[in-house]
């Protein structure tokens, strides 16, 4: 990996950064769609291609499971498996500990699953998760961390922060051993739950094995924790990890997120948010999302955004045909995920342009105010922005700041 600072924001803690991988070069801050079994729902590699895509991520999990790594191996890893010629980050099955919790066990040897398919028991190990992700070919690689829920609370956090760490020195010395840490880019994942403490411990060990990864993600998070505890968590990271190594936030989607995380200081997201809320009929907008599920948009000929660059939206397919479509014939879902995954591009390319223009501040101000419009602004936004020195109700006074908002407002209050 190469990896270069370009830009910084003069206010913010923000920047553009030019990070070159085996298949390509990549900019930063970027949105990476998570294309969990070797695709993006709907769309071919061809299609995410043609938006300017160049990285996104594969589940270690699931591959493992199907088509299973001697496939992959015989198809030349999991690049020319699924024709994608670009950079592919894959996670390390350590999500899986919490979304199929019922069916794994953790041990100080690894966590035992049980195949969701068949019921057979598999034992992933630090050292079996990274064999695994050498099969898939990927650019960058996840150590396996133990993570437990961001709601989880006592011991647990503690043991399993601690567990991270453990194995992140077992993978590193496989990574090693098998000569893949020039080819391949091993990330640390910070722990520790909501606990400042805890996150403080974790930064500490893992900045010590600083030159033996390639970069830094932010897990534990996103999983239905209080937004002005998660905004202060992604800034307690930021400001302790080495400005030389890219910073990943894991699990981060919506609009108004990946803009406070990158103020914060965050290079790279991902998350399902956009394919999955077009496969329920929901374009995502600067106005806002857009629930084409709802009458008013039958009779409607206008495209999801006139000023959107997307195949959908420049091809004049209209809300009308999406409505008539949507949740009934797959074409709208394919339609409305590559307008979603464009949105999601033009946020990040947005961002990248006004740090090197040295506009930042500017853009995070008129795309919330666009975005929320006056229905107000998430009060944990305006507290996360205002810790970098931007104040989003600076020029306007009069707009209201409104609390409590689920991780979910977005969809279901759509218009």
């Not at 950064?17 to 729902?41: D, S």
């Not at 990285?55 to 690049?79: D, S």
């Not at 919490?98 to 195949?115: N, P, Q, R």
Request: net charge neutral; aromatic share 8%.
């Amino acid at each position: 990996m190469q990896f270069e600072v370009l830009a910084t924001c003069h206010t913010t803690k923000a920047r553009v950064a030019r990070m070159i991988l085996p298949h390509g070069a990549t900019m930063l801050p970027t949105f990476m769609p998570v294309a969990t079994q070797a695709a993006i729902k709907g769309l071919t590699s061809q299609q995410m291609e043609s938006l300017g895509i160049s990285l996104i991520l594969n589940n270690t999990y699931h591959l493992n499971l199907r088509p299973g790594i001697q496939v992959l191996k015989e198809a030349g890893g999991a690049h020319k498996f699924q024709g994608w010629d670009h950079n592919l980050l894959t996670d390390s099955g350590g999500f899986q500990l919490v979304s199929l919790s019922k069916f794994t066990k953790i041990t100080e040897e690894g966590a035992l699953f049980a195949s969701p398919f068949t019921g057979e028991p598999t034992m992933l190990t630090p050292e079996e998760s990274i064999s695994i992700q050498h099969a898939i070919g990927a650019d960058i690689i996840m150590q396996l961390d133990d993570v437990v829920s961001s709601l989880t609370t006592g011991p647990r956090v503690e043991e399993a922060m601690e567990r991270s760490v453990r194995w992140l020195d077992r993978c590193i010395a496989y990574h090693v051993r098998e000569g893949r840490q020039h080819t391949q880019n091993l990330f640390a994942i910070v722990q520790g739950g909501l606990d400042a403490r805890l996150r403080g411990a974790c930064l500490e060990e893992m900045i010590k094995r600083k030159d033996q990864v390639a970069g830094y993600a932010i897990g534990g998070l996103s999983g239905g924790e209080e937004k002005d505890v998660f905004w202060r968590v992604i800034k307690q990271c930021t400001e302790k990890l080495p400005e030389d190594r890219p910073r990943y936030s894991m699990g981060v989607g919506f609009a108004e997120d990946l803009l406070v995380c990158v103020a914060l200081g965050v290079d790279m997201a991902d998350c399902v948010f956009p394919t999955r809320t077009a496969r329920f009929g929901v374009a995502l907008t600067r106005k806002g999302a857009l629930n084409l599920r709802l009458h008013k948009h039958a009779k409607d000929l206008n495209p999801i955004d006139h000023e959107c660059p997307c195949p959908t939206c420049s091809d004049g397919v209209s809300r009308a045909i999406l409505h008539h479509q949507t949740t009934r014939e797959t074409a709208a879902a394919h339609a409305v995920t590559l307008h979603n995954l464009t949105f999601q591009a033009q946020v990040m390319g947005g961002a990248r342009d006004a740090i090197i223009n040295g506009t930042f501040p500017l853009y995070l101000k008129s795309f919330f105010a666009d975005y929320f419009g006056d229905k107000g602004y998430p009060a944990w936004c305006v507290n996360a922005l205002r810790s970098v020195g931007v104040d989003l109700l600076e020029d306007n006074p009069n707009a209201k700041v409104v609390t409590g908002r689920g991780v979910w407002w977005e969809y279901a209050s759509a218009s």
